[in-house]
């Protein structure tokens, strides 16, 4: 059974730019939810992918955008980045099947922006 | 919305004491709640989780507490161990949604 995984494991990016993070979900599981991470704090929900489609959304504008593949990998684009978007940026998989809420985590994106 | 308090932010105990780590939550729909445990610069990992319909789980050396009526949750660590020392997080959930509300997380130090 592989975990998830995210790529890349580091970024620097300056502020106006766009960046595009990866995730592979964990073998078995079909939805996605991507999560930031401010140094220090506790992890932020962004928004779920559940069958292509977004299905739930945290307090992000909308130059943060998501993407979910038939094989249930994910994308999360962000736009015009500001320096706030400096931050861990944590994708998680689960499986929709029955009630389980159990979240796996990758190892995360760490976003700089200069 | 939902909103989660954890207390304390740092902890710090002597190899083989006891850890307690208390969180409160705000929605009273909440009936998830999971704990994840994060080493410096690793991914947070699950370590146990309850759900509303128990008081109380325990794995080894670590337990959970639900008071629903109080509306908090703790996690209990006895004998610790020095990798125990980590940064923990709760979180509550409404089952069947979509997201998890987490902690402000607490820095667990053991001191050997």
């Known amino acids: 059974e592989t975990g998830v995984t995210q790529s890349p494991t580091h970024l620097i990016k300056t502020r106006g730019q766009q960046v595009t993070l990866r995730c592979s979900s964990q073998?078995?599981?079909?939805?996605v939810s991507w999560y930031q991470q401010a140094l220090g704090q506790g992890p932020q929900f962004i928004f779920q992918?559940?069958?292509?489609?977004?299905?739930g959304r945290g307090n992000f504008p909308p130059r943060f955008s998501g993407l979910q593949f038939p094989n249930y990998s994910s994308e999360l684009n962000v736009n015009a980045l500001e320096l706030d978007d400096s931050a861990l940026y944590l994708c998680?998989?689960?499986?929709?099947?029955?009630?389980?809420?159990?979240?796996?985590f990758g190892s995360g994106t760490q976003l700089s922006v200069l | 919305g939902e909103n989660v308090e954890q207390h304390p932010s740092t902890l710090s105990v002597q190899e083989g004491d006891s850890a307690v780590i208390k969180c409160t939550y705000s929605?009273?729909?909440?009936?998830?709640f999971p704990w994840y445990k994060q080493e410096l610069g690793k991914r947070p990992q699950l370590i146990i989780d309850?759900?509303?319909?128990?008081g109380e789980k325990k794995d080894q050396r670590i337990a959970v507490t639900l008071n629903k009526t109080a509306k908090h949750f703790s996690l209990h660590i006895t004998e610790t161990q020095p990798e125990d020392s980590a940064v923990y997080f709760c979180?509550?959930?409404?089952?069947?949604?979509?997201?998890?509300?987490f902690g402000q997380g607490t820095r667990l130090t053991i001191n050997p």
């Open positions: 998680a998989s689960s499986t929709r099947q029955g009630n389980n809420e159990k979240l796996f």
């Open positions: 073998s078995g599981h079909n939805t």
């Open positions: 992918y559940y069958r292509e489609e977004e299905n």
């Open positions: 929605d009273s729909a909440s009936n998830y």
């Open positions: 309850i759900r509303s319909n128990v």
């Open positions: 979180a509550a959930t409404i089952q069947g949604a979509q997201k998890l509300v």
